[in-house]
Structure formats: C-alpha cells, structure tokens
Nanobody
Framework: QVQLVESGGGLVQAGGSLRLSCAASERTFSNYAMGWFRQAPGKEREFVAAISWSGGTTYYKDSVKGRFTISRDNAKNTVYLQMNSLKPEDTAVYYC????????????????WGQGTQVTVSS
C-alpha cells in the first residue's frame, strides 16, 4: 500500500557522514513503524535501526549504536538515518521498510520496502 523511496546514499571516506532519507507516499505514514536494513555483498540482509510510529521508541544494531540515529518527521512523511563515523564495514545497500504495528528488528514483519540506496565507505 505505502510506497517508499530511499535517497542520500553515496561514496564517503571512512570517518565521514551521510544522511539517508526515506519518503513515503502513504498519507497515513504516522501509523507505521519504520525500520532500516542493509545488505552487504556476500552477506544476508541485516537489521540496522527501527523507530515506533510515535517516534518515542528506537532500536539499533549493536555495532551502529552511538554512530547512527534514526528519526522521523511525520508531517513530511519521511524517516531518516543519520550515519556518522562511517566504517568500511558499513558498506551496503540500505533499505527502509514499514509495518503497521510495533517497531521490530525482524525483517519478515515489515510489509513494505523501498528499492534501496547504495552506501560505500572507502578505507
């Protein structure tokens, strides 16, 4: 139902920063919990961060805690992932996802997915 479009990926040097955006076409965006996932070459898709529909609860993969921040602006129907202190191991295609329910690290619980945006961190 909801259409998601990611943007903001690119090539950055280790230690640099990027901000990813995910724009939703659904006017009831505020009712959806949102998540960010990523998939690196040769690896399975993994959870990165999630935020509740109200924005009051967030979850992060341990390896990105203190470096990444997920946020949302329901008035703009947009979720963000601010990525600081990037490392080469952060290189992956990043996907945003949405679900009607509580935020979760389980990707199969998400009903809607964007097309992804490439993040490449050089060493």
């Amino acid at each position: 139902q909801v259409q998601l479009v990611e943007s903001g990926g690119g090539l950055v040097q280790a230690g640099g920063s990027l901000r990813l955006s995910c724009a939703a076409s659904e006017r009831t965006f505020s009712n959806y919990a949102m998540g960010w996932f990523r998939q690196a070459p040769g690896k399975e898709r993994e959870f990165v961060a999630a935020i509740s529909w109200s924005g009051g609860t967030t979850y992060y993969k341990d390896s990105v805690k203190g470096r990444f921040t997920i946020s949302r602006d329901n008035a703009k129907n947009t979720v963000y992932l601010q990525m600081n202190s990037l490392k080469p191991e952060d290189t992956a295609v990043y996907y945003c996802a949405a679900r009607q329910g509580g935020s979760s690290w389980l990707d199969h619980l998400y009903d809607h997915w964007g097309q992804g945006t490439q993040v490449t961190v050089s060493s």
